[in-house]
């Protein structure tokens, strides 16, 4: 199994910029999809975006398509969130995940089987 560990949150400004980044150990990624979600309080998980690390292929939920970027370090095994034109509804917990490949791209948290422990954005209005 793979293990995640983020890193990269803090307190940001409306308007201002953030970039996550989420190590991995314990498996090459080759044959994984990596992805963020993120949670606030009283609300459920919800997903943000995803990469297929063998393609590169990438989705983002619409709510930050245009602003947010997924990438990846095939060289560190890792992959980033670069966060931009940041707003105070993009404050929650954000965790990564790592799903082995099907044949499709899953956004549902429940077809991810390992997990980060998430950290803490929070932008200021």
């Known amino acids: 199994q793979v293990q995640l560990v983020e890193s990269g949150g803090g307190v940001v400004q409306a308007g201002g910029s953030a970039t996550l980044s989420c190590a991995a150990s314990?498996?090459?990624?080759?044959?994984?999809?990596m992805a963020w979600f993120r949670q606030v309080p009283g609300k459920e998980r919800e997903f943000v975006a995803v990469?297929?690390?063998?393609?590169?292929?990438?989705h983002y939920a619409d709510s930050v398509k245009g602003r947010f970027t997924i990438s990846r370090d095939n060289a560190n095994n890792a992959m980033s969130l670069q966060m931009n034109s940041l707003k105070p509804e993009d404050t929650a917990v954000y965790s990564c995940?790592?799903?082995?490949?099907?044949?499709?791209?899953?956004?549902?948290?429940?077809?991810?089987?390992?997990w980060g422990q998430g950290t803490q954005v929070t932008v200021s209005s």
């Open positions: 995940a790592a799903s082995r490949q099907n044949f499709y791209v899953s956004i549902l948290q429940r077809e991810y089987e390992s």
């Open positions: 314990g498996q090459t990624l080759r044959d994984y999809d």
């Open positions: 990469i297929r690390w063998s393609t590169g292929f990438t």
